[in-house]
């Protein structure tokens, strides 16, 4: 396979659109508006790219660990601009690459496997499962870790000898476009394809008849639409979507102790995070401890442009998503709950909001049954565990959910009655590249990470013959 420069994306003069700089509000740069149409000719590129690149493993591999060691070097152009139009912290977005070049290292390494399986029936024959890539795949992400989850997408598809065609989200596309070509470079053409766009750019793709499977991260709402245009051209999908994750505390929890992490598990890349801590379960004992204990550190964190050194927690990304935290907060305000810190967006140009602990939340209030994805944190009392394991169930999310407490085998027991993908105990939301990644109830459909996301990335294929001749 022949490595080439990427080619630039198809444009037409003057179609681009305005990329925002969530620390000032302030456009700061502009992306290509790529519109549907365009999609039918990088979709068949894609699928010509299909041919070689499906055929030959050992190339596929060399080509990954290439591309690993291209993002890695690129670092230092990746992280500032990540961080100028999502908002994070500079340090996170370091982190965030080292975590794609990783990545594309681990899905490198792995190779499906084929599986002699006897039939059990008796009959002198055998069944072998191969194992096939699709063709060209899409891959859908959303503003809060664009090349994290960029990566989580094209790593897999790519390793299994699919191509892709991957469309950020419009808040975010100017990371992943450099992401797409420092890649590439590494890379035959046509491979990897970032495209970038406003809506129905993702609608198109989603429902583009040459793209054999779909992996989509977002919103609930988003991911239905996704599905009703997979299943018109009946493709593949993959939806990976919101959280409401609770934390339960148990009566033995050390607050002190688990604070720091409980906060950060609550407010790590400005609270918009799937499996971020959104709501926490504290015995009634123990509330005012937990609530003081957090309220101090939300009071105490360093909130400014994530480009500024010493920030901890940068702006929320994009106006309607301040909005929307700035709703949740003000009703629940309304409702009868109290800030214990926070409880209002800052008086500063930019989408920053304070963070926000809210106490004697009504357990009805949008704040505690929705998703607010953004830096506020209801802390609810409960009278016993029962209640708890109900209240924390109570969604129709099943993301992620975790328990803190002393008693490791108590925690257990607590977490295995958690309705969720992944439950933690006295962490939240650490995961593994190697572990099964998936929600359950209205959280997403399918698999991804470890092996399984190879292998949902790949079709079995059956070879069945007689024993002799
Ligand atoms: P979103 O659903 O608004 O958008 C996600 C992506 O879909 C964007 O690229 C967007 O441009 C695109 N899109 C919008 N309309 C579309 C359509 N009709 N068809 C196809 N694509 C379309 O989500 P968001 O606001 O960007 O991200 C926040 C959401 O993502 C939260 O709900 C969060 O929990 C979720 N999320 C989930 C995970 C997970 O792994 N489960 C990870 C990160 C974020």
Redesign the pocket.
């Known amino acids: 396979m022949a490595t080439r420069r990427p080619r630039r994306a198809p444009r037409t003069p003057g179609e681009h659109f305005a990329v925002l700089d969530p620390a000032t509000g302030e456009d700061f740069a502009q992306a290509p508006d790529q519109q549907p149409e365009e999609l039918d000719a990088v979709v068949a590129r894609a699928r010509e790219a299909w041919r070689s690149w499906r055929a030959d493993p050992v190339a596929r591999t060399t080509a990954l660990l290439a591309a690993a060691d291209a993002v890695t070097a690129a670092g230092a152009d990746l992280a500032p601009l990540l961080t100028r139009e999502q908002g994070k912290p500079l340090a996170e977005a370091e982190a965030e690459i080292a975590r794609t070049a990783a990545r594309l290292r681990y899905f490198a390494a792995l190779a499906p496997e084929p599986q002699p399986r006897p039939l059990d029936d008796g009959r002198p024959v055998r069944s072998e499962v191969r194992w096939r890539s699709l063709g060209p795949v899409a891959a859908?992400?959303?503003?809060?870790?664009p090349l994290q989850?960029a990566s989580a997408k094209f790593a897999p598809a790519l390793a299994a000898g699919n191509t892709m065609v991957l469309?950020?989200?419009?808040?975010t596309p100017l990371a992943t476009r450099l992401l797409g070509s420092v890649v590439a470079t590494a890379l035959p053409e046509d491979v990897l394809t970032v495209v970038t766009g406003?809506?129905?750019?993702?609608?198109r793709?989603?429902s583009h008849p040459g793209i054999r499977q779909v992996t989509?991260?977002?919103?609930?709402?988003?991911?239905r639409?996704?599905a009703v245009?997979t299943a018109a051209s009946l493709t593949r999908a993959t939806l990976?979507?919101?959280?409401n994750d609770a934390a339960v505390l148990l009566e033995d929890v050390d607050v002190e102790r688990i604070a720091d992490r409980l906060f950060w598990a609550a407010f790590r890349n400005c609270g918009?995070?799937?499996?971020a801590v959104k709501r926490v379960y504290v015995p009634a004992r123990l509330h005012c401890d937990v609530v003081e204990a957090l309220a101090e550190r939300a009071k105490a964190v360093v909130v400014g442009a994530g480009l500024d050194p010493g920030t901890q927690l940068g702006p929320v990304n994009n106006a309607p998503?301040l909005a929307r935290v700035e709703h949740y907060t003000a009703r629940a305000l309304a409702d009868g709950a109290r800030a214990a810190a926070g409880g209002h967006r800052l008086d500063r140009p930019g989408y920053f909001h304070a963070p926000t602990i809210l106490t004697d939340v009504p357990p009805d209030s949008p704040v505690v049954t929705q998703?607010q994805?953004g830096p506020v944190l209801p802390v609810l009392p409960y009278g016993n565990l029962d209640e708890a394991v109900a209240a924390a169930n109570d969604t129709g999310f099943g993301?992620g959910g975790s328990v803190w407490g002393t008693d490791l085998d108590l925690a257990g027991a607590v977490a295995e009655r958690l309705e969720c993908g992944t439950a933690w105990i006295n962490h939240h939301a650490e995961l593994s590249l190697a572990q099964p990644?998936a929600?359950t109830k209205d959280?997403?459909v399918g698999v991804?990470g470890g092996p399984w996301g190879l292998y949902g990335n790949l079709r079995p294929f059956v070879v069945h013959r007689p024993e002799g001749p």
Do not use: D, Y
Not at 167 to 171: C, D, I, M, T, V
Not at 198 to 203: F, H, K, S, T
Not at 240 to 243: A, F, N
């Open positions: 859908i992400v959303p503003w809060n870790f989850l469309k950020p989200s419009p808040h406003q809506e129905p750019l993702g609608a793709l989603a989509f991260t977002g919103s609930v709402p988003t991911g639409a996704v245009g990976e979507l919101g959280g918009q995070v799937c499996m998503q998703e994805f993301l990644f929600g959280s997403g991804a």
